[in-house]
């Protein structure tokens, strides 16, 4: 069984200002990672994934995220952020031998502050 | 082109009625997937296709729910004797095939009064 953890609900950040939104995963198989964006009346948007290679992965809108297989951890980054990037983001799993099911953390709502 | 397509986009009904959402996937993407998502909380699984078989339809949380795809691309899920319970927001995704990313749909929200 795979499941997602996101520590942090609510993110609150002001612009310009780095940002780390923090992802822990528990999984008895290997996974791949993803990192989800949901806009307010929009659908889920892709940010970036992890399936093999390196362990940095940069995605859209100069997001990146790092998968660290020790800590199981898939935490995401953002140097600068801008009021734009007020959204929900979620962290999600699927095993890498199956189905691509998604496993979802129950979000993180980033809100950048003027 | 046109992405992941969900009606209707809102759909109030009252306790014990039958309901249909439809997802109109992304032409030609084999893998359709339902998801549902309740209030403060993500996304959970609820059934896969890969074609018109139901691949794994294990995240169904019980017999009255039910979903097809007679064709390979629109598909329908179906919600019996609705429960005030089954208020949420209702997401479709579809993929080039069970490998590729998952594009997802505007989503319909179900209240059930």
């Known amino acids: 069984a795979q499941s997602v953890t996101q520590l942090d609900s609510q993110v609150p950040v002001f612009e310009e200002a780095p940002v780390e939104l923090r992802c822990n995963y528990s999984?008895?198989?290997?996974?791949?990672l993803f990192w989800y964006v949901q806009y307010p009346n929009q659908g889920l948007q892709l940010l970036l994934k992890y399936l093999s290679g390196s362990t940095l992965v940069k995605g859209i809108n100069g997001f990146e995220a790092e998968f660290n297989k020790s800590q199981t951890s898939f935490h995401l980054r953002k140097p600068s952020v801008h009021i734009s990037d007020t959204a929900e983001y979620f962290c999600a799993v699927s095993p890498s031998g199956g189905a691509n099911n998604l496993f979802f953390g129950t979000g993180t709502r980033l809100t950048v502050i003027p | 082109g046109a992405g992941v397509s969900q009606t209707p986009s809102n759909k109030v009904t009252e306790k014990g009625k039958y309901v249909e959402l439809r997802c109109d996937p992304i032409?030609?993407?084999?893998?359709l997937y339902w998801y549902r998502q309740s209030l403060g909380q993500g996304p959970e699984f609820l059934i896969y296709?890969?074609?018109?078989?139901?691949?794994?339809d294990s995240g169904l949380p019980n017999d009255r729910f039910f979903a097809v795809r007679p064709e390979g691309s629109v598909s329908t899920l179906k919600i019996q004797r609705t429960e005030r319970g089954d208020s949420a927001v209702y997401l479709c995704?579809?993929?080039?095939?069970?490998?590729?990313?998952?594009?997802f749909g505007p989503g319909t929200r179900l209240l059930v009064l």
């Open positions: 995704a579809s993929s080039l095939n069970r490998r590729e990313t998952q594009y």
């Open positions: 032409s030609g993407h084999t893998a």
């Open positions: 999984s008895s198989v290997s996974v791949y």
């Open positions: 296709f890969q074609g018109t078989g139901a691949a794994d």
